[in-house]
T-cell receptor, first 109, second 117 residues
Framework: GENVEQHPSTLSVQEGDSAVIKCTYS??????FPWYKQELGKGPQLIID?????GEKKDQRIAVTLNKTAKHFSLHITETQPEDSAVYFC????????FGAGTTVTVRA | NAGVMQNPRHLVRRRGQEARLRCSPM?????VYWYRQLPEEGLKFMVY????????ESGMPKERFSAEFPKEGPSILRIQQVVRGDSAAYFC???????????????FGEGSRLTVL
């Protein structure tokens, strides 16, 4: 997606290992950074988000970290399970959400 | 509370025909966003609408594409004289009223998959 770079584009991990996806954005005025998960044939769903006044947020096995100075934020999934296999998108806000190109995560059983 | 409803889920058109995609936002939501997703690609913003107003159409091609969100009824994305390159999944999202930047979740529908033969 324009103005946001997402890496890697594909990620294969062994079940139980961790997965990390990183995004870099350009709009210094952005203050809301969500992550969406898209399963095959479905619409994207929000899994976690972070606002610019916070550096880290956790929700069970999922965490997001934000470095506003460096303009990057990351998604961390610990103890991965087969149902974590999906495409993950980062996004940042202006008057809409602009999405990264996506990361296809495959969790090997 | 029903989620964002999109129809049709699948649409097949021949080159030169028109495609109309409909989106009913969640109850209480007055903002609608349309995104296009090509196979194995990300979500590309097309247009952002509020009731009876187009707020940002910077991502929508100038020709053949139009969108509306009338006072009553669903939002419509219309593609005239479709070409093979229009084949994609079109997603609608909605959000509650807000001013300025998006600061909360966009709720997505399941998408409409357009195939142009």
């Amino acid at each position: 997606g324009e103005n946001v770079e997402q890496h890697p584009s594909t990620l294969s991990v062994q079940e139980g290992d961790s997965a990390v996806i990183k995004c870099t954005y350009s709009d210094s005025a952005s203050n809301y950074f969500p992550w969406y998960k898209q399963e095959l044939g479905k619409g994207p769903q929000l899994i976690i988000d972070i606002r610019s006044n916070v550096g880290e947020k956790k929700d069970q096995r999922i965490a997001v970290t934000l470095n506003k100075t460096a303009k990057h934020f990351s998604l961390h999934i610990t103890e991965t399970q087969p149902e974590d296999s999906a495409v993950y998108f980062c996004a940042f806000n202006d008057y809409k959400l602009s999405f990264g190109a996506g990361t296809t995560v495959t969790v090997r059983a | 509370n029903a989620g964002v409803m999109q129809n049709p889920r699948h649409l097949v058109r021949r080159r030169g025909q028109e495609a109309r995609l409909r989106c009913s936002p969640m109850k209480g939501h007055s903002h609608v966003y349309w995104y296009r997703q090509l196979p194995e690609e990300g979500l590309k913003f097309m247009v952002y609408l509020q009731k009876e107003n187009i707020i940002d159409e910077s991502g929508m091609p100038k020709e053949r594409f139009s969108a509306e969100f009338p006072k009553e009824g669903p939002s419509i994305l219309r593609i005239q004289q479709v070409v093979r390159g229009d084949s994609a999944a079109y997603f609608c999202a909605s959000s509650p009223p807000s001013k300025g930047r998006v600061t909360g979740e966009l709720f997505f529908g399941e998408g409409s998959r357009l195939t142009v033969l």
